[in-house]
């Protein structure tokens, strides 16, 4: 098996669980109780008149 075929293996298997674990920690940290204060003034910027 050469060097390509057996990193492509790698991140074939690998990358899906990789990605599906930055995916829950993301997903964690932006329905974590204490960062609700921190995205609900970041969703009223918008809103704010200069």
Not at 4 to 20: P, V
Not at 26 to 36: C, D, N, R, V
């Amino acid at each position: 098996m050469s060097s390509y075929h057996y990193w492509r293996e790698i991140a074939a298997s690998w990358g899906l669980f990789y990605f599906i674990a930055i995916f829950f920690m993301a997903l964690a940290y932006a329905l974590w109780p204490s960062k609700q204060k921190s995205f609900e003034e970041a969703s009223q910027i918008p809103l704010i008149e200069d």
